[in-house]
């Protein structure tokens, strides 16, 4: 006789969640980098190539860096430069709330920041939509 099956468990979320730097934003500033870079070294035109290769190290920062940290005490808004651009209190998972394109405290509606999928990875957002739902908050 074999056992009865059952669902499989789905692990907990582990916090800190991290939400990271829209894809298609970074490719785009690559591509312009490699762009003005090449045309810059190509055609002698230093302020170009110079111009390039900024957009290289942005795009660069932005396919390896973090967006928003959401742990269980605060939410960190991070920059491209990997520094921390604002720092917002909550009380776990379940004081965020998710409206729109915009990440508020459910606790009086402060507008953290803006999760559209020019800044962030949709897949992360929808990671942080779904462990909000799980703690039963509103998203």
Known sequence: MTPPLTPPLTPPLALPLRIRFSLGLAIGFLALGLLLLVFGLLNDRVPNAVLG????????????GV????SATEVQVKSALRTTARRVPIEGLADL???GLKLLRASDGLRITSISGVAARSTDVQLLRDAITETKGPA
Do not use: Y
Not at 54 to 64: A, K, P, R
Not at 67 to 70: E, M, P, T
């Open 53 to 64: 290769a900024l957009f290289l190290v942005l795009g660069g920062l932005q396919i390896t």
């Open 97 to 99: 709330r998710i409206d």
């Open 67 to 70: 967006a928003i940290v959401v």
